[in-house]
């Protein structure tokens, strides 16, 4: 329920270092019994992170995240019925967070505003029923914090000589603390969260301690994770203490040219005593860092990383008998955690950072079978809705769309619509649809599904083919130039031609669901006349299609573009480009999630099985072989040399290519949707690749679904389970489906 404000938006009369508390001492009315409840109500411009009598209220971390503020701005509902005393401290500690700190790569900041502030409301209610409110407003105060500088990018600095505990308390001595004033808002921006806060997780230990062959103290936590660094430490007082963070090693020593301009440094000063610092204004995507100026010799015991992301409920897994696949798939896992960090972003730890819209209409379908992302993405999706709204229909490359306030470089595109990017208007509605059948959440974001297929439809030219504007196309296909990651083999009009027609099918299927019967019977339409455009401008006989390469062969045949003969000619012009290839990937952004797929659905399974098992570069399997933890960005963000990529855009936590996830999950696992929600299942295990074992599980609205194969010589055996309220569709090779329901379920055949 949305909570109605009373309070006002306050801000410091001093900046205090961009990390200022602030702070209200109150009395509980007397005479009304016991408390019988309190609820705080919070947010910020910038970060803040509250408090009662010193005990935090939460255990979240960087609320209230990142939105669209100028349309939206959440805020956090606490239940701090323990907490509150009958004289109280209420504080709030800010921070720049997304507000106000750095945004992109232009080095600016504070595009949102140039003042932190904070919002608070404390309901406290009595045994006979009395309620007092205690809120932000003029009578508060303002102080310094042990903070001195922080921001996401750059890190966070921290002077243990200046922490006290005092403000916290009743009666403090305020010396130096000055007054606070009012912030004008609009009220109607204020909005409670939909999707889950952020959280720290789990705590690595280093794996590796030592000296570098320039003499830095280097540390390796054995995984590439997002987080920040958390020890406890005592020295002569005034030492500082640098934390420098990088995904990798060059040279042997600390990989810093992917951050660009992002500092990625943690700063600690110690106090003389025993300190305990943890930089909860920041985050790091980071493998390894470099320790400078810790008393004494630092060992692995001392120091630990802690996992910092939005609050995620895992659902679905998959291993198997190839241990390089299991690692590639925890890849998949280790970076949607480091990426779903409040907004999905294309990467942790470079001046970036950004929500871009490909990324996750790619991803979008292995993140729901991996983890329950519908609270995450429903709440993203609420700002997709509001840039488009503010922008005609517009859906922009990033969300929240920080670049509107940038000077775009000259080589950089005017805004416009764009195949993919802009298509994650109804691509991510769409699987989340499949994945949990939620259709109140369909209706929610279908406004926006609709207004992304109507502005399209005016781009497209007189021969109903998206083949004008700029296109991102099939980005990073792994031929292109590394400082020109634009230069596909695609054609740019079959890439997006192909993707309008999937958001066309998919804008009118959810017509249909909810009952939109002229939208479902327009876009239906449309969507013919688009396919038949495909048709006559990009396919000749036997399925040939413009440009001739894997891209445009995957999309039109999972796409359904393409029928009978044809589709047959280009899964097996796909399968001879794949053989001819060597069997190292050939795709981009666009090509990479749908490639196997097609492959698959062909006839060429076992072409598709070498395609994913292929270790040279470019390969999924190559980053695998060379240590990676993650997903890259690039195919070769790192050379077989062990350098770094020398793009200027290289990261090594990538979720995009690794969509080839929902390939491994519906094909090696076995499980896929055939009704929205999974009230109805295919179990497909399509075994290959010399494969002889796999297990799928997924946690589903019914329940759980467990496949379980084997192979012995030539004897294939599937144990499989469904859940009450669930039908499934069983197909083992070899063998004729059948219709099962709730229960276990044991098939065995021999193979050819």
Request: hydrophobic residues 40%.
């Amino acid at each position: 329920m949305t909570h109605v404000w009373t309070a006002d938006l306050i801000a410091p009369d001093q900046d205090f270092a961009g990390a200022p508390l602030l702070r209200k001492e109150f009395d509980l009315a007397a005479g009304h019994g016991d408390v019988v409840a309190a609820t705080l109500h919070v947010t910020a411009h910038g970060v803040v992170e509250p408090s009662i009598n010193g005990a935090a209220v939460s255990d979240e971390v960087l609320t209230p995240g990142w939105s669209s503020y100028e349309w939206r701005l959440r805020y956090r509902s606490y239940d701090v019925t323990p907490l509150v005393a009958e004289v109280s401290v209420l504080g709030l500690a800010l921070g720049n967070g997304w507000f106000r700190g750095r945004l992109g790569w232009s080095g600016r900041g504070a595009f949102y505003g140039s003042e932190l502030a904070g919002l608070a409301e404390l309901h406290v209610e009595f045994t006979d029923g009395h309620r007092q409110v205690v809120g932000t407003d003029t009578t508060w105060q303002a102080g310094p914090s042990a903070t001195t500088a922080n921001d996401l990018y750059d890190g966070q600095t921290i002077d243990a000589r200046l922490t006290s505990t005092a403000w916290t308390a009743p009666g403090a001595d305020l010396t130096g603390w000055v007054g606070v004033h009012a912030v004008e808002h609009d009220a109607g921006r204020l909005q409670p969260y939909v999707g889950p806060p952020v959280r720290r997780h789990e705590v690595l230990h280093p794996v590796k301690v030592w000296t570098s062959p320039a003499g830095a103290t280097l540390v390796d936590f054995g995984q590439n994770l997002v987080g920040w660094l958390r020890f406890t430490v005592r020295g002569p007082v005034g030492t500082e203490i640098t934390l420098r963070h990088a995904e990798v090693l060059e040279h042997d020593e600390l990989g810093t040219r992917p951050l660009r301009s992002a500092k990625a440094t943690d700063r600690f000063v110690l106090s003389g005593g025993e300190d305990v610092f943890e930089p909860t204004m920041t985050f790091h995507g980071f493998r390894y860092a470099e320790v400078t100026g810790w008393p004494g010799e630092l060992t692995p015991d001392a120091i630990e990383a802690v996992v910092v992301h939005s609050e995620l409920r895992r659902t679905g897994t998959l291993e198997c008998s190839d241990e390089l696949l299991n690692q590639l798939h925890r890849n998949v896992v280790w970076g949607l955690k480091g990426n779903f960090l409040d907004v999905p972003t294309d990467c942790p730890q470079r001046d970036e950072r950004l929500g871009w819209t490909g990324d996750i209409a790619a991803f979008a379908p292995s993140a729901a079978y991996l983890y329950d992302v519908s609270g995450f993405l429903d709440n993203w999706l609420a700002d997709v809705d509001l840039e488009q709204q503010h922008a005609d229909g517009l859906v922009p490359f990033v969300v929240p769309d920080v670049l509107k306030y940038v000077d775009a470089p000259s080589d950089f595109p005017a805004p416009e619509s764009t195949a993919i990017w802009s298509d994650a208007a109804a691509w991510v509605p769409w699987a989340l649809w499949e994945a949990y059948g939620d259709r109140e959440a369909l209706a929610r974001h279908y406004p926006a599904m609709t207004a992304h297929a109507r502005r399209v439809e005016g781009l497209l030219s007189d021969t109903d083919l998206w083949d004008t504007g700029f296109q991102f196309g099939d980005w990073l296909d792994p031929q292109a130039p590394p400082d020109d990651p634009i230069k596909a083999k695609a054609d740019n009009g079959v890439v997006a031609t192909a993707c309008y027609y999937r958001t066309l099918r998919q804008v009118s299927a959810a017509a249909e669901v909810l009952d939109r019967t002229d939208d479902a019977s327009y876009f239906s339409a449309l969507a013919d006349r688009v396919h038949s455009a495909f048709g006559k401008h990009y396919v000749t006989d036997g399925g040939r299609i413009t440009s001739d390469c894997a891209t445009v062969y995957a999309l039109a045949i999972e796409f359904g573009l393409l029928d009978g003969a044809d589709r047959q000619g280009a899964g097996d012009r796909l399968a001879e480009l794949a053989r001819a290839n060597g069997y190292r990937v050939s795709t981009g952004f666009a090509g990479t999630p749908f490639v196997t797929g097609a492959l698959s659905s062909t006839g060429h399974l076992d072409d598709a099985y070498r395609l994913l098992l292929e270790r040279e570069c470019p390969s999924w399997l190559y980053p695998v072989t060379m240590g990676a933890t993650t997903v890259w960005e690039r195919w070769d963000s790192m050379l077989p040399d062990g350098t770094i990529n020398p793009g200027e855009m290289t990261s090594f936590n990538h979720y995009a290519l690794g969509a080839v996830a929902d390939w491994m999950h519906r094909t090696i696992g076995g499980i896929a949707p055939l009704a929205p929600g999974y009230a109805r299942v295919l179990v497909e295990p399509q075994p290959g690749g010399g494969l002889t074992w796999a297990r799928g599980g997924l946690d589903t609205l019914h329940g759980r679904i467990e496949t379980s194969w084997s192979i012995d010589g030539n004897r294939f055996q599937l144990d499989v389970t469904i859940p009450d309220g669930v039908a499934a569709t069983v197909r083992v090779p070899g063998e004729d489906a059948v219709e099962v329901g709730a229960g276990k379920h044991h098939y065995a055949t021999s193979l050819a």
